[in-house]
């Protein structure tokens, strides 16, 4: 088991022909991804890396019955991307760009919830369901198939934690990264709850930033669960406000939301929480 893609999961690529989405295909392939369509109005009718290509998502989907897409477009065409494959039906968008424009980013998340999709990004390593699927720039050789459910606001940390469930023996169920940009495109409480049905995850590790509510949403909907899983928080970012430098929502609200209130909420909802990413390897080694 897994959660949002495994083996059956029938992947297609949007912008596939360009070279960094060549290079990410074509080892995600390898790593057993089942790709099964190109999106490349350019190229349409032809192959690229033995993957038909077609001229839109809708025929795409179509010809293929691709359930899942993978973005490789640039910033400013993230919501055109979105937008398209949504209305071929497309309930699952991995969008990996960087930067993608406020507006843009506000209109996409309501297109996504008004679809009933959800959307993995922008700004992600993507989604990975080890030995089984990868939708994103995972590298292939750190992942191992465990039972720790992993989702991160950092692409640098979540990496830390694959790394350190693999040093307790442990491994990863899935690991989604749900996006850096200010705008994620789904919150951490979907992400907790779909692992919670997840028979394959026995408890997950959740890392967090200081800039906006993700945090205490997740904290709030973690609380009000009954038989909970296992839950270790790690929250990054800066100890304390400054005026010249800081998250832009500490920023706003003046340092009222600091990391300790994040660490606090979180705790009274029953979470494991570190006060260092260091404090990782001996709480894993705890619930081992």
Avoid: W
């Amino acid at each position: 088991m897994s959660i949002l893609v495994n083996q059956n999961t029938r992947v297609l690529v949007q912008g596939i022909t360009g070279l960094q989405a060549s290079f990410h295909t074509k080892r995600i392939m390898a790593m057993g991804t089942n790709i099964v369509a190109g999106v490349s109005p350019h190229s349409a009718g032809g192959f690229h890396l033995g993957v038909p290509i077609f001229s839109s998502v809708k025929d795409a989907v179509k010809k293929t019955k691709a359930n899942a897409s993978l973005l490789f477009v640039p910033a400013r065409a993230v919501k055109d991307a979105v937008k398209e494959a949504l209305e071929a039906g497309i309930k699952l968008i991995v969008s990996i760009a960087y930067g993608v424009p406020i507006l843009d980013a506000l209109q996409i998340h309501k297109m996504v919830n008004d679809h009933g999709a959800l959307l993995i990004g922008p700004n992600t390593p993507g989604i990975i369901t080890p030995d089984e699927a990868c939708l994103g720039v995972f590298p292939e050789n750190i992942l191992h198939r465990g039972h720790f459910g992993i989702v991160s606001r950092s692409s640098t940390l979540t990496y830390e934690a694959i790394l350190e469930t693999n040093r307790a023996g442990l491994g990863q169920s899935t690991v989604v990264g749900i996006g850096d940009d200010m705008i994620a495109g789904c919150h951490f409480d979907r992400i907790i709850d779909l692992f919670h049905q997840d028979p394959d995850t026995n408890a997950i590790i959740l890392i967090g930033t200081l800039g906006g509510s993700y945090e205490e949403k997740a904290a709030a909907y973690y609380g009000t669960i009954k038989n909970k899983k296992p839950l270790i928080v790690y929250i990054t970012g800066f100890e304390s406000f400054h005026d010249d430098i800081g998250y832009a929502s500490d920023i706003i609200t003046h340092g009222k939301i600091t990391i300790e209130d994040k660490k606090r909420i979180f705790r009274d909802a029953g979470a494991l929480v570190l006060n260092s990413i260091d404090d990782l390897h001996e709480t894993l080694a705890r619930l081992k």
